[in-house]
């Protein structure tokens, strides 16, 4: 009876081993080397690496917000956006940190990201975005002066810095407790990116560290 309840011990765990083995260090995903500092010591943190600028980003947020409501209390996203090198996408990430230094990003992030890539809207300038700011609901002017803020200008600066140092090389990309980055052409899409992330925040978890 004993040898029984073993075997169908073993049988059970078998699967588990399984999926452990699935996804290996420069397979699936790379290690961050080195590691970079994290902000929460009580939570595991998850960045996206985006830009409103990219499609793929753009059909990646609905997953992304499905995935994040059922993440657990212990997780912490944050969104850096990326420029590679582009003004185009560097004015698009300087909306971003406007927005979030008005508040406003619930107001912002998804019109912008549709007026780009279902309405075909291209921005080439601050005052562009400031008309677009204020035709959902954000003073005009609040956004000019928020273009212009130091407070975005040092977040700007801070997320090149962050993405030389995680080394993203395409987008969207995700990385994990300043240990891992996943992308989608490396994890297999976009799905199976946020499977990946999953492993690497129970890594995480059982890991004990934070």
Request: charged share 20%; hydrophobic share 45%; glycine share 8%.
């Amino acid at each position: 009876m004993r040898v029984f309840v073993s075997v169908v011990l073993a049988l059970a765990l078998m699967p588990g081993i399984a999926a452990a083995q699935e996804y290996q260090a420069g397979e699936q995903y790379r290690r961050v080397e080195p590691s970079q500092p994290t902000t929460s010591e009580d939570q595991i943190e998850v960045i996206e690496f985006f830009s409103y600028g990219c499609s793929h980003c753009f059909e990646f947020r609905p997953m992304l917000h499905g995935w994040l409501e059922q993440a657990g209390d212990d997780i912490e996203l944050k969104r850096v956006p990326v420029t590679f090198g582009r003004q185009s996408w560097a004015l698009l990430a300087k909306a971003y940190y406007a927005a979030q230094a008005l508040g406003v990003i619930e107001q912002i992030d998804k019109p912008l990201f549709e007026a780009i890539h279902v309405d075909g809207r291209q921005f080439s300038n601050e005052q562009e975005l400031a008309d677009f700011f204020a035709q959902h609901g954000v003073d005009r002017q609040a956004a000019l002066n928020a273009f212009d803020s130091f407070a975005v200008e040092v977040n700007l600066r801070r997320a090149e810095r962050m993405v030389h140092s995680y080394g993203v090389r395409a987008t969207p990309s995700m990385a994990v407790a300043g240990k891992y980055l996943v992308d989608p052409s490396a994890a297999g899409g976009q799905e199976a990116m946020l499977g990946v992330v999953d492993f690497l925040i129970n890594k995480e978890r059982t890991s004990g560290k934070r």
